[in-house]
């Protein structure tokens, strides 16, 4: 059974006490911890500077029945799902598929949130980083996390959960994406929208020179420092403009990204 002090151990073998921190999660390799989500939240409070995590908001989104052209979403597909979107609130839970840790740190009685419908980001001694987004720049604190020499931690997910790549993508010039949602019952439209992320763990290989990486019972975490994350992913995508895209035939970003 893992305990706060295990995970303040392994958190501190990352050498990251003074560094600024976006986090990715999965408690659930871990098996039972004593004391939960909020203990492994302590342990990384107490091991580095700042901490940043997506607490995004997908219940939000509604799908249109017209819209731009080559926009990688099926348009009028959504007259069942807009029915159940509800208005962004700042205290809307993050999305459930994210785990259980963006929301206990968005819980925190020293956290802050932004104010992005879909793809907000909160944080515990990083206001000035959240504070870099925008409705037009939703990924703009991974970028602000970058020019402050910061890293990505990976706990028992790969890449497959690393939003940091979505803001290298943009950096690349990658195809970005429009799309839409509830705020205070009038729909308000989201530029700068992602592409999908199945296929971000062909990047492992080319960052495994960089890659601090810890071992914890049956988990592991892992952290990248995210101007090379952020360099790795340029060059790759200068190379050959499809890498890291999935493979599934009825990805619509992905289908949208190739031109098809």
Known sequence: MLGYEDLKSAFDELNLQEELVIAHASLKPF????????AVLDAMLASFHSIIMPAFTYKTKITPDVGPPNNGILYGSGKDTNKMAEPFRPDMRADPMMGILPETLRNHPSATRTAHPILSFA????????????????LDPI????????????INVDHTSNTSIHYAEKLAGRKQFTRWALVDNRVVECPNYPGDSMGFQAIEEYLKFDTHRVEIGDGFIQAIPLRRLFNVVYELLRK????????RRDCERCNA???Y
Do not use: K, M, S
């Open 143 to 154: 970028g602000a996390l970058g020019q402050q020499d910061g890293w990505v931690v990976l």
């Open 31 to 38: 098996g039972y911890i004593h004391g939960g989500a909020e």
């Open 123 to 138: 944080g515990i001694n990083a206001g000035a980083t959240l504070f870099t987004q925008t409705i037009y720049e939703p």
């Open 240 to 247: 050959d403009p499809l890498a890291l895209l999935c493979e």
């Open 257 to 259: 990204i190739r031109g």
